[in-house]
């Protein structure tokens, strides 16, 4: 099994991901996660402006709740814009960067390749269906941990994640679009 490599503190066991179809449930969503939990902000859906707006309301927020905050881009455009982290396929993550670096991994070359990078923690998915990829494979709790046994920095679980299936999985750290919003954020 790998040795992890201690995860920057404050160590979030929640990570929260922003997407399009969660956006007007956000605001509730930070304020109830548990203090020092996650943010990662994608937005992809919005022109560059808007996104920049939406990020810096989103990100006080956060903020206001002890959230590390991370953006889905460059490094520049993260410490541009105040972001304490940087999320993405660990091709477009600097191998050096005073920024958080969160790899996406979905198997065991882009494991492998987050390894390389020395990124600060992976998330990999999809552990159970999603709604984000109707009909698409889910790794499953074992190749989930055969594949997690391999990275060399802490695993976030990603894909289908709710509090209920974080606990049947048995995993510390999980992230979801939709598992840490409630359906009367709406």
């Not at 903020?63 to 304490?84: F, K």
């Not at 390894?115 to 889910?138: E, K, M």
């Amino acid at each position: 099994m790998a040795t992890h490599q201690t995860f920057p503190s404050p160590d979030p066991r929640f990570w929260l991901l922003s997407d399009a179809r969660n956006d007007a449930s956000l605001e509730a969503a930070l304020s109830r996660l548990p203090k020092g939990s996650g943010f990662i902000f994608r937005h992809y859906h919005l022109a560059s402006g808007e996104r920049r707006t939406r990020f810096e309301a989103l990100a006080a927020i956060g903020r206001a709740y002890g959230h590390i905050i991370v953006l889905s881009g460059s490094a520049s455009r993260a410490h541009a814009w105040g972001a304490d982290g940087i999320y993405g396929a660990p091709a477009k993550l600097p191998e050096k960067s005073d920024l958080l670096r969160l790899a996406t991994a979905h198997d065991e070359g882009e494991i492998r390749a987050a390894n390389r990078i020395g990124a600060d923690a992976v998330l990999l998915s999809p552990v159970f269906p999603t709604r984000s990829h109707p009909g698409g494979a889910a790794l499953g709790p074992d190749r989930f941990r055969q594949l997690a046994a391999i990275a060399e920095m802490p695993v976030i679980a990603l894909g289908g994640m709710t509090q209920e299936r974080a606990i049947q999985l048995g995993w510390p750290r999980w992230a979801a679009i939709d598992g840490l919003v409630s359906p009367t954020d709406s």
